[in-house]
C-alpha cells in the first residue's frame, strides 16, 4: 500500500555491489516479516529459497567512472552508481524477458544493450561488462544469433536515439579494437557513454 525505499549497498545478500554487474531485487519471508534483498543470484537470494523470494526487478551497475561531461544526464556518476535507465520491474521490462545488461530508451520505447554483443556460450548474444566483443561476424550470423535470445539489431532511428549524447568526431583512445566491452574513453580522454548509459 505504501512506497518503499530500498538501499541496494544496505540491503545486499552478500558482499558489495561491484562494478558493471546486473543485480535482481527480491521480497522475502523471513520469520513471518517481509524483507527485502538485492542479488547478483538470479534465482534467489542468499539465504533464502523459490518458496521464500520473489523478484520484483533489477538494475545494472555503472561499469566505470563516467566523468565531468558537461550537459551529459550521467556526468559525474561513479562507477558501481545504479544506471538509471537499466532499473526493471515486473511491468517495465524486456520483452525479450531477460533484462540483464540492458536499458531503456525512452526516445524509442525499446529496451536496448548497454554493451556490444558478445558470445553468451549458447549460440545467442549477451550484453556482459568486459566480454570479448563479437566484431568478426557477419550480419546474417549477428541476426540469427540475436533472435536466439530474443533481441534484434536497431533500426538507423533507434540506434540515433539510444546515441545521444555519445561521443561525436574522436576515436577510441588509442585508435585499436578495444577487444572486450565498457569502460573505455576516446582520443579526446572523455568516457564513451550515451546519455542512457551504453
Known amino acids: 500500500d505504501t512506497d518503499v525505499t530500498i538501499d541496494a549497498a544496505a540491503n545486499l545478500d552478500?558482499?558489495?555491489?561491484?562494478?558493471?554487474?546486473?543485480?535482481?531485487?527480491?521480497?522475502?519471508?523471513?520469520?513471518?516479516?517481509?524483507?527485502?534483498?538485492?542479488s547478483l543470484n538470479t534465482t534467489y537470494p542468499s539465504g533464502f529459497s523459490a518458496t521464500t523470494s520473489r523478484k520484483l526487478g533489477g538494475f545494472h551497475t555503472l561499469c566505470a567512472n563516467?566523468?565531468?561531461?558537461?550537459?551529459?544526464?550521467?556526468?559525474?556518476?561513479?562507477?558501481?552508481?545504479?544506471?538509471?535507465?537499466?532499473i526493471?520491474?515486473?511491468?517495465?521490462?524486456?520483452?525479450?524477458?531477460?533484462?540483464?545488461g540492458m536499458a531503456y530508451d525512452p526516445g524509442t520505447g525499446k529496451w536496448k544493450y548497454i554493451?556490444?554483443?558478445?558470445?553468451?556460450?549458447?549460440?545467442?548474444?549477451?550484453?556482459?561488462?568486459?566480454?570479448?566483443?563479437?566484431d568478426t561476424i557477419d550480419w546474417m550470423t549477428v541476426n540469427d544469433r540475436g533472435a536466439k535470445v530474443g533481441v534484434r539489431l536497431m533500426w538507423d532511428h533507434e540506434f540515433q536515439s539510444a546515441a545521444a549524447g555519445s561521443n561525436e568526431q574522436t576515436n577510441i583512445a588509442g585508435s585499436a579494437d578495444p577487444?572486450?566491452?565498457?569502460?573505455?574513453?576516446?582520443t579526446a580522454g572523455r568516457r564513451m557513454i550515451s546519455n542512457i548509459g551504453l
Open 14 to 38: 552478500t558482499g558489495a555491489l561491484q562494478a558493471g554487474k546486473d543485480y535482481c531485487i527480491y521480497a522475502c519471508v523471513t520469520a513471518g516479516a517481509l524483507v527485502f534483498k538485492v
Open 66 to 86: 563516467v566523468g565531468t561531461i558537461v550537459g551529459h544526464s550521467l556526468s559525474g556518476y561513479l562507477a558501481t552508481d545504479i544506471l538509471p535507465q537499466s
Open 115 to 134: 554493451y556490444q554483443a558478445s558470445d553468451d556460450g549458447n549460440g545467442g548474444v549477451q550484453s556482459v561488462y568486459g566480454a570479448t566483443i563479437l
Open 88 to 100: 526493471w520491474d515486473l511491468k517495465h521490462r524486456a520483452r525479450c524477458g531477460n533484462n540483464a
Open 179 to 186: 577487444v572486450t566491452t565498457g569502460g573505455h574513453v576516446d
